[in-house]
C-alpha cells in the first residue's frame, strides 16, 4: 500500500516506477503508473540486486530508490556497496539504519541518550526474563524486536494476526514468552504507555545529507488497526511545537538522513510525550502531505536527481488521510469496544480528503481491493 502512493506520485510526472516487492498480491503492482513489479525473496538480496543493476543498465541512468519497508530498507543498507555502482542510495551509516530497524539496539540507545522511551527488554533466556520481570511496571507489550520482520512474523492472538501482544501479569508475561520466543525473531518487552489510541503522534522529516531539514511536519493518528497496538488508518495533520521539538531532538542525536517518521504516544499518566519508535523511510500516511500542495516523493526523487525542490507548507486542519480496507476494520473493533459510534465514524469519513486507495485516475487499485474484499467474505462464508 506505502509503494502505490509513490508510484501515482511519480508516475504523474512521467517517471519510469518500478516496484519491488515481497507481497503476492502488492495492490501497488495494479496501478497503472508501475511500469513494471518485481517480485523480491529478501532471504536472496543477490536477485535484488541483479534486477537493480539490469534496469539501470537499460536505462542508462542511476534509478532513485525510494524506500517503502523496512525489509527494503535494510536490503539497501546491508548491500550499499554492491549496488552503488548501479543506483543512487541516500542513506545514513548502516549502523544508523540498524539502529532504528533493531527496536532492541534502539530502546538501548534512547536509555544511553536519556530519550523519553518507555523501559524495554530484549530476554533471550529464562534468567533474562525474571531479570524483566523483577524491573518492569505491568502492563507491558510483546513485539517482534526486529521492524523488518514483522510482515512474515506476526504474532496470532485469538485467531488473528498481531504486531504485539498485550500482558498485565508476570505469569501471563511467562506463558507468552514461552510461546512466542524464536532465536530466529528476538522479541522486545517492553512498558506499555497509558492512553487512547487517539494520542499517537508521527513527525515527518526529510533531511538532506548535510544534515538540513528540507520539511518537517507532525501528524495525529486518530484511529490504528490493531487497536491499541496498530498502525494508522485515519491521521490528521497537526501543528504541535511539542512534538516538533522532541522529534528534532531525536533525529538530531540519531543523525538520520532522508526519510524518516517519528513516532511518540502522549502518556494519559503524565501528560508527556513517550518515544516509542523511528521509521527510517517513507511512513504509510504520506500521502496526506498532498493536503499541503506537497508531495513528498516526487520532492525525495527531485533532491536525489540534484533538480530544485521547492517546499510547500503543510497545513492542519485540512482534513484525514485514509486507508479504507483497514480503517473498516478499526472502525467495527472500536465499535465493539464501545469506542466508537456509526455517527462519529461516518463523520469523520465526510472530512477524509485523500484516500491511500483511491485516485481518479487510478481505479485499478480500488477494484482490486473490492475484489480482495468480496474473495475474502466469500471464503468466510463457505
Not at 542510495?89 to 522511551?117: H, M, S, Y
Not at 545529507?209 to 487497536?227: S, T
Not at 525542490?309 to 497545513?315: F, H, K, L, Q
Not at 486507508?323 to 469506542?339: H, M, P, Q, T
Request: proline content about 4%.
Amino acid at each position: 500500500m506505502n509503494g502505490l502512493a509513490v508510484a501515482r506520485s511519480l508516475g504523474r510526472q512521467s517517471i519510469a516506477v518500478y516496484l519491488f516487492t515481497t507481497e503476492v498480491r502488492d495492490i501497488a503492482a495494479t496501478s497503472r503508473f508501475v511500469s513494471c513489479a518485481i517480485h523480491v525473496d529478501t532471504d536472496h538480496p543477490e536477485s535484488f540486486v541483479a534486477e537493480l543493476a539490469f534496469i539501470a543498465s537499460k536505462h542508462g541512468a542511476k534509478p532513485i530508490i525510494i524506500h517503502t519497508s523496512d525489509d527494503f530498507l535494510m536490503l539497501s543498507s546491508t548491500h550499499r556497496a554492491a549496488l552503488e555502482p548501479y543506483c543512487d542510495v541516500n542513506l545514513p551509516a548502516t549502523e544508523i539504519v540498524e539502529r532504528v530497524i533493531d527496536k532492541g539496539a534502539f530502546n538501548a540507545f534512547c536509555a544511553a541518550q536519556e530519550l523519553p522511551a518507555p523501559l524495554s527488554w530484549c530476554p533471550r533466556s529464562q534468567a533474562d526474563l525474571q531479570h524483566c520481570i523483577a524491573g518492569a511496571c505491568f502492563p507491558l507489550v510483546i513485539k517482534p524486536a526486529l521492524s523488518n520482520s514483522i510482515g512474515r512474523y506476526r504474532f496470532v492472538k485469538d485467531g488473528k494476526p498481531r504486531k504485539m501482544v498485550h500482558v498485565k501479569t508476570a505469569a501471563e508475561l511467562q506463558t507468552q514468552f514461552e510461546e512466542l520466543y524464536s532465536p530466529e525473531c528476538p522479541l522486545l518487552v517492553q512498558e506499555f504507555i497509558e492512553g487512547a489510541d487517539s494520542e499517537h503522534y508521527s513527525f515527518f522529516s526529510y533531511r538532506s545529507k548535510d544534515h538540513r531539514e528540507l520539511i518537517g511536519f507532525g501528524v495525529r493518528k486518530k484511529r490504528i488497526y490493531p487497536v491499541h497496538s496498530g498502525a494508522g488508518t485515519c491521521v490528521e495533520i497537526c501543528e504541535e511545537p511539542e512534538l516538533a521539538k522532541a522529534a528534532r531532538q531525536v533525529i538530531d542525536v540519531l543523525g538520520y538522513t532522508g526519510s524518516s517518521s517519528t513516532c511518540f504516544k502522549r502518556c494519559a499518566l503524565t501528560g508527556k510525550l513517550v518515544l516509542h519508535e523511528v521509521n527510517g523511510r517513507l511512513p504509510a500516511w504520506h500521502g496526506i502531505s498532498q493536503l499541503g500542495n506537497l508531495d513528498l516523493p516526487l520532492m525525495a526523487y527531485r533532491y536525489e536527481c540534484g533538480l530544485q525542490t521547492e517546499i510547500g507548507r503543510v497545513e492542519a486542519n485540512k482534513g484525514n488521510w485514509i486507508i479504507l480496507r483497514s480503517d473498516f476494520a478499526a472502525f467495527r473493533a472500536y465499535r465493539k469496544r464501545g469506542e466508537l459510534s456509526i455517527l462519529q465514524w461516518l463523520r469523520s469519513l465526510a472530512h477524509a480528503r485523500v484516500c491511500a486507495e483511491f485516485a481518479r485516475d487510478d481505479l485499478h487499485p480500488l477494484f482490486h481491493h473490492l475484489g480482495a474484499m468480496m474473495r475474502r467474505t466469500i471464503e468466510r462464508q463457505q
